[in-house]
């Protein structure tokens, strides 16, 4: 993808795009999509300054 590549189309639209493009990835990986809660997902949090 281009870096100069914009799309000019209201954030609903955009926001639609990105479901698309989640739904198609996850159905490529050929598992489901997590439905976990937002505080049991893997991840963690980086602070600046912290070691």
Same mark, same amino acid.
Request: no cysteine; proline share 0%; hydrophobic share 60%.
């Given at each position: 993808m281009a870096d100069d590549l914009v799309i000019d189309a209201p954030p609903g639209v955009?926001?639609?795009?990105v479901t698309e493009l989640t739904l198609a990835a996850w159905?490529? &990986?050929g598992e489901p999509i997590p439905d976990y809660e937002r505080g049991e997902a893997p991840g963690r949090?980086? &602070?600046p300054g912290a070691t």
């Open positions: 955009l926001i639609g795009l159905s490529l &990986r949090v980086v &602070r």
